[in-house]
Structures are given as structure tokens and as C-alpha cells.
């Protein structure tokens, strides 16, 4: 299929200029693949129908990509940045921007900056990489990223990357990785609707939420990583969670746990929770780590 690109000046625009400068753009593109630009002042940009590319450039932009399989980056500024339907890809830059794939199955990038991301429906892949991010894939019923509304799928993957990161996932996510910094991660299965506010009032745990070191409020496939972690798992079944380095607290709460604290250096504390529980620690049974509750026990010496 042939790909069609307009320039901007096929799109409708309305640009808003005080002495010659522009102070703000309105783009709207078309049902076609548009190739969109904004100013460098705060911009409101709408892709509409097709496989569009957005660039924001400075300041703080507003980018809807609409239907179609878009392209969406913000550049400097603090942007907002919604990439509606379609399998989209959106970037972030160096300041905090607010990143929502929404429907489809996309792929979002934080880059540098203290940013906010969400997945939405769909099978997605959130990156933070660099800076202290917040990473939000949460289960039915929906909740919110600042002004955009996002909800969970099935098979989503969520990765901090560095920095201090805040990755809150839903039922139904499949790896979660805090990657190196004091990383936070909350989880919840079945709840009512929440906006956001405290961890503590995010169900899945009564437990208080530490401000540091690491806090994980878990099931599946978490994987805590370097530093001294503390990992929670919910009260679904067949809870895997791996603590990685670090002197870590791991806690399984109910359900049929597998629980991986070997690190071969450090002293870990493991509480398997109700259920059939089995975890692997470091020693003979004797020495470095400390469990309780645990119907089946595996010491190693060996470092993983």
C-alpha cells in the first residue's frame, strides 16, 4: 500500500503569533499518513485516521495520534502525549512527559526525565530508561495517568531501567523489572476505582509502603535486581518472583508461590505466606538466610 505523506500545510493549522513569534500551534491532520511539526511554543496536535508522525518540538505539547499505527514524539518540554488507537510507538525526551499508548499494542519510551507511562489496552512494552519514572499498567477498572485514563491487557511488559522508578502493574502483566535504582513496584488484582494517591491505599496489601530502598508489591514474573529489595506477592496463585542481589525481604502471601532468593553474597529474610510455598536460598540450612513458612526448602551454595 502506498504511503502518503502531507505537509503541514495540507493539514489544517492555526498558529498563534504576538511580534512575529509563534506562541502556540493547533494541527490537525487528515485520514491519510501525516507527517506533523510543531513550534516551539505549546502546541495541540491531533493525527487522526492513519499512520502519522508527530514531532512536538519545544515546550509543553499536547499529541493525540489518533487511529492508525502512529509515531509520536513530544521533543523538549513537559509533553502530553496519547496515542489513542493503532499499534503506536511514543517517545519521550530529557524533560517529564505524560506517555499513555491507550489502545493497541504499543511501545513507549521515557528516555531522560521523572516521566508517566501507560500502556492501556493492548499488548505493551513500557521502557523508563533514564530518570525517576512511574510506569502504570493497572487492571480493570480503569484508572488514571494524570488526564488520560489507561487500563491493563494481557502479556504487558514494564521495565524501569535507571533511576528511582515507580512501576504499578495490573493482573495479567508478565515481566516486571525495576532494573538499578531504589525502585518501587505495586501491584493489585481485582479492586475498585482508584485515581492514583497513596501506594498504601492501592489494594493487594495492608502493609505500609516504605519509602526506600526498593518496594515490591508483586505476583508474576517480578524480578527485583540489584539493590535491597522488598518484594510482595499477592494473594493470586503461582506467585515467581526473583530477588536478584541485595539483601532482599521477600514476602509471598497466599497462593502456591516459587521464590528465588539466591545471590550467593547476601543475608535475605523469606516469608512464604498460606500455601504451598517453595523458594531457593543461599547455605546448608545453617548459615546467610532466614525462612519461614515455606512448605519446601532448597539451599544452594551456588551463585545464580
Excluded at 502546541?43 to 508522525?53: A, M, P, Q, R, V
Excluded at 488507537?85 to 530529557?94: C, F, R, T, V
Excluded at 493492548?122 to 512511574?134: C, H, M, P, R, S
Aim: aromatic share 8%; net charge negative.
Amino acid at each position: 500500500m502506498r504511503r502518503t505523506v502531507l505537509l503541514i500545510a495540507a493539514v489544517f493549522a492555526a498558529v498563534f503569533a504576538v511580534g512575529g513569534v509563534a506562541l502556540a500551534a493547533t494541527l490537525n491532520g487528515t485520514n491519510g499518513a501525516d507527517f506533523l511539526v510543531g513550534t516551539d511554543s505549546r502546541d495541540t496536535i491531533s493525527g487522526l485516521g492513519g499512520n502519522d508522525t508527530v514531532y512536538g518540538k519545544a515546550a509543553l505539547d499536547l499529541v493525540y495520534g489518533g487511529a492508525g499505527n502512529d509515531r509520536m514524539n513530544g521533543g523538549g518540554g513537559d509533553d502530553q502525549m496519547n496515542g489513542q488507537d493503532g499499534n503506536d510507538g511514543l517517545y519521550g525526551s530529557w524533560d517529564e512527559d505524560v506517555l499513555v499508548g491507550a489502545n493497541g499494542d504499543d511501545t513507549v519510551y521515557g528516555y531522560y526525565g521523572d516521566d508517566n507511562m501507560g500502556g492501556g489496552n493492548g499488548t505493551d512494552k513500557l521502557y523508563g530508561e533514564a530518570g525517576n519514572d512511574t510506569l502504570t499498567d493497572p487492571s480493570s477498572p480503569r484508572r488514571s495517568i494524570g488526564r488520560y485514563d489507561i487500563n491493563r491487557s494481557p502479556g504487558t511488559e514494564m521495565h524501569g531501567g535507571d533511576g528511582n522508578d515507580t512501576i504499578a502493574a495490573g493482573y495479567g502483566t508478565e515481566r516486571v523489572q525495576g532494573g538499578n535504582g531504589n525502585d518501587t513496584l505495586k501491584a493489585f488484582t481485582n479492586s475498585s476505582a482508584n485515581s492514583g494517591g497513596a501506594a498504601e491505599n492501592w489494594p493487594c496489601l495492608d502493609s505500609p509502603f516504605p519509602g526506600s530502598p526498593d518496594s515490591y508489591f508483586c505476583w508474576d514474573g517480578m524480578e527485583g535486581g540489584p539493590g535491597d529489595d522488598k518484594i510482595y506477592g499477592s494473594d493470586s496463585p503461582d506467585d515467581s518472583t526473583s530477588g536478584g542481589t541485595g539483601a532482599d525481604r521477600i514476602y509471598g502471601n497466599g497462593g502456591g508461590d516459587s521464590l528465588d532468593a539466591v545471590d550467593g553474597a547476601t543475608t535475605d529474610f523469606v516469608d512464604c505466606g498460606p500455601g504451598e510455598d517453595a523458594v531457593r536460598v543461599d547455605g546448608d540450612g545453617a548459615e546467610t538466610d532466614t525462612v519461614t513458612n515455606c512448605e519446601t526448602v532448597e539451599y544452594t551454595d551456588v551463585q545464580r
